[in-house]
Every structure is written in C-alpha cells, then in structure tokens.
T-cell receptor, first 112, second 118 residues
Framework: TQLLEQSPQFLSIQEGENLTVYCNSS?????LQWYRQEPGEGPVLLVT?????EVKKLKRLTFQFGDARKDSSLHITAAQPGDTGLYLC????????????FGQGTILTVHP | GAVVSQHPSWVICKSGTSVKIECRSL??????MFWYRQFPKQSLMLMAT?????????EQGVEKDKFLINHASLTLSTLTVTSAHPEDSSFYIC??????????????FGSGTQLSVL
C-alpha cells in the first residue's frame, strides 16, 4: 500500500507568521498535487508539481517537489486568516497506478 | 476551467432508505470518475473508481452492494447508498478525470454531498 505522510496534522498560528507543511513517502510519484478545502466544499487544486526539484510559487505560497519525487512541501509566508482551511497533498502514479494517494491533511487555523 | 457538479449538496434521510448522489462533468467527457468519503477534519478516503461503460473498481473494505456505482455516460456517475444507516453519515465527494493512465493526474472535484442518516 502506498502511503503519503503529511505533517503536521494541526497548525494554529497568528496572522503574519510563516509555516511549512510536509508530505513524505517512500514511493516515487509521477506528480504531486496540493489542494485546499473549506468545510462543506470539495477540494480545490492549488498546484501540481511534476519535475523532481521543481519549485512553484503562487503569491505567498511556495511549493517544492523533492529531487527524488518522493516528498513535497508547502510554505506559506505571512499567513492570513483567509488561509485557514484543510490542506491536502496527493500523489499520482507510483505504485498505485491510476489513483491519487492523499495525505492525512493539515488543518490550518490563522488567528487575526 | 473544467467544472464538476455534484448533487445534492446535502441530504437527510431515514435509516433504511436509499440515497442517490449524482456527479456530472459539465464541460468535458470523464471516462473515469472517483468517489471519496470524508469524515470531519480528516482526509479523503477513496471508495471506488468508476469507469464509463464498465463495472466500478472498489477499494478494499468498501461494500459494493452497499455503495452502488453507475457510470452509464461520459458525463454522469451516480453513487447510491443502499439501506442507509447512521454509520453511513459522511461527506461524499466525487472527482472526474480524463482518459488513460494519467486520468487521475488532472482531477476536478465536485462540491461534495453531506449525508445525514437519522
């Protein structure tokens, strides 16, 4: 069974702080996706990283794919209350061919 | 971008009744659709992979007679929770992708259905 370990599970910070969420696996993924989900809604895709070592930036969010394509990180700079939500990483390909493997999720709360 | 419509958004039903949830791809053909279940503050758990014109592939531990999946067209997949019980109460989400082995690498998610069984 392919696993994607996401940490931390919970993160409660003050507005303006920085944070990093990690996803790690022993398996290689062809791509890795990051989603943000709000209560009662479906996940919304933030970014897809495909190439080992790739770094993508989306305003205050920076996504990195490990060189070996086994891990990824999401870094948020100067977090805002609007960043509050459930963040999910999901790996595609690897040993679970044709399926997305989701991490456990990180619940982020940014206090004003 | 592509849109996936899921209906209903929420449903309350009595124990023992069946509930049907629809997932439609509005502007693209989805040969593959995925059904997930999500408990509060937890990640998505894949229930089954729905392939147009063929039987769904269920994940280990998911009862196929309990959760009936039909993918009769390239734009519609349905999940029917049969004889629902309170333990079936959950948030159900569908996603739709394209064709081939990379079908899951560009997925679009529905807005989810909150099922509450009394």
């Amino acid at each position: 069974t392919q696993l994607l370990e996401q940490s931390p599970q919970f993160l409660s910070i003050q507005e303006g702080e920085n944070l990093t969420v990690y996803c790690n696996s022993s398996s290689v993924f062809s791509s890795l996706q990051w989603y943000r989900q709000e209560p009662g809604e479906g996940p919304v895709l933030l970014v897809t990283v495909v190439t080992g070592g790739e770094v993508k930036k989306l305003k205050r969010l920076t996504f990195q794919f490990g060189d070996a394509r086994k891990d990824s990180s999401l870094h948020i700079t100067a977090a805002q209350p609007g960043d509050t939500g459930l963040y999910l990483c999901a790996g595609a390909g690897g040993t679970s061919y044709g399926k997305l493997t989701f991490g456990q999720g990180t619940i982020l709360t940014v206090h004003p | 971008g592509a849109v996936v419509s899921q209906h209903p958004s929420w449903v309350i039903c009595k124990s023992g009744t069946s509930v049907k949830i629809e997932c439609r791809s509005l502007d693209f053909q989805a040969t593959t659709m995925f059904w997930y279940r999500q408990f509060p503050k937890q990640s998505l758990m894949l229930m089954a992979t729905s392939n147009e014109g063929s039987k769904a592939t269920y994940e280990q531990g998911v009862e196929k007679d309990k959760f009936l999946i039909n993918h009769a067209s390239l734009t519609l997949s349905t999940l029917t929770v049969t004889s629902a019980h309170p333990e079936d109460s959950s948030f159900y989400i569908c996603s739709a992708g394209g064709a081939g082995p990379a079908a899951n690498e560009k997925l679009f998610f529905g807005s989810g259905t909150q099922l509450s069984v009394l």
